[in-house]
C-alpha cells in the first residue's frame, strides 16, 4: 500500500523558493485557496478532488495551479527529493 503523501505541498514549498520575494508574495495571494486545501488535506488525492469542488463552486483555477505543481514535481531534477 502506498503511503499517503503530500507531493504538492512539498513542490509549492520548493517552488516558491526559487521565486523573488515579490513574486512569492504575488503567488501566494493568487494561490491562497489552494495553501488552505493543501492545510487541511492528508493527501495530494484529497487536495486535487477538493481543488475541483473549489473551482467548480467559485470559478477559479486552483485546480490547474495543482497540476502545475505535480508537473514541476515531475520535472524536478533533484536525486535526493524527500517528496
Known sequence: MSRRRKKIEYC???YIKTM???EATVYKTRLAPLIEIMARSTSD???MNQAKAYDAEH???IFEAAV???V???ACSKFACDC
Do not use: K, P, V
Open 59 to 61: 470559478g477559479t483555477d
Open 68 to 70: 502545475q505543481l505535480t
Open 12 to 14: 509549492y514549498n520548493d
Open 45 to 47: 488525492h484529497e487536495i
Open 72 to 74: 514541476y514535481c515531475i
Open 20 to 22: 523573488s520575494e515579490e
